[in-house]
């Protein structure tokens, strides 16, 4: 099945059958888009790189605690980092 099709047999699965007959399916790769993504974004493939917290200069350090996924000393990139993350903000 190509990926409008499954596309469309997701969302009739979610909302119901009528849903399911979209009357467009537009689908983005967000890794071809030259606004989004470069190069040096398609060498990894099919991991997501090893983030690290990023410090932020004075006075914002003090003022601004970046929680998301990207922050997350483990899984980043993934929901469960961006929770970790935000639990790790809110505890700091």
Known sequence: MHAAGLVA???G???GAEAARPREVIIQDWATDPFTATEADQANGNAH??????ALP???G???TLADAEMAPE???YL???LA???GAVIA
């Open 9 to 11: 047999r997701q969302i």
């Open 13 to 15: 699965i979610l909302f």
């Open 49 to 54: 790189p090893d983030y690290c917290p990023i």
């Open 58 to 60: 004075a006075p914002w």
């Open 62 to 64: 003090e003022r601004i």
């Open 75 to 77: 899984f980043g990139g």
């Open 80 to 82: 469960e980092g961006a």
């Open 85 to 87: 993350a935000a639990e």
